[in-house]
């Protein structure tokens, strides 16, 4: 288990705690911002993933391979609900399992913070996670 399934497991469980299930395009995106506010501080991101900007917002293809690793590894929960604004199904990921404190070590505390309040703010609003 590398240090990237440990981050997914952590914001999805965070989340979690909160009562929410994280979509995709949420997961990702929070990924996205844990690079973001790693590459603030200190000129570098936190996974080294080549992020590119598509129609809705960040992507990269390797954050899907690395949550789906972490699902194989049984450190989430994955499931699929009926979309109300399209004719697909959605992904969706959670865990009941609380979240470990050493995850958060590995971490500065100023990119946890600021994961923590993006979670809180954006959880369960995409539209505006991807404004």
Not at 44 to 69: D, Q
Not at 86 to 115: F, G
Request: net charge negative; with cysteine.
């Amino acid at each position: 288990m590398s240090d990237i399934h440990n981050i997914i497991m952590y914001i999805v469980r965070y989340a979690g705690e909160r009562g929410e299930k994280l979509t995709t395009i949420r997961l990702v995106k929070f990924l996205y911002l844990l690079d973001l506010y790693m590459a603030r501080e200190t000129g570098k991101t936190y996974t080294n993933w080549p992020w590119s900007f598509v129609h809705f917002g960040p992507y990269c293809s390797a954050s899907l391979n690395a949550i789906e690793e972490t699902v194989n590894l049984s450190l989430i929960k994955k499931g699929e609900f009926e979309s109300h604004y399209a004719d697909k199904d959605y992904q969706l990921y959670w865990s009941n399992e609380p979240t470990p404190e050493e995850i958060e070590n590995q971490l500065p505390d100023y990119v946890i913070s600021q994961i923590k309040s993006a979670i809180k703010k954006w959880g369960t609003d995409t539209p505006a996670l991807l404004d």
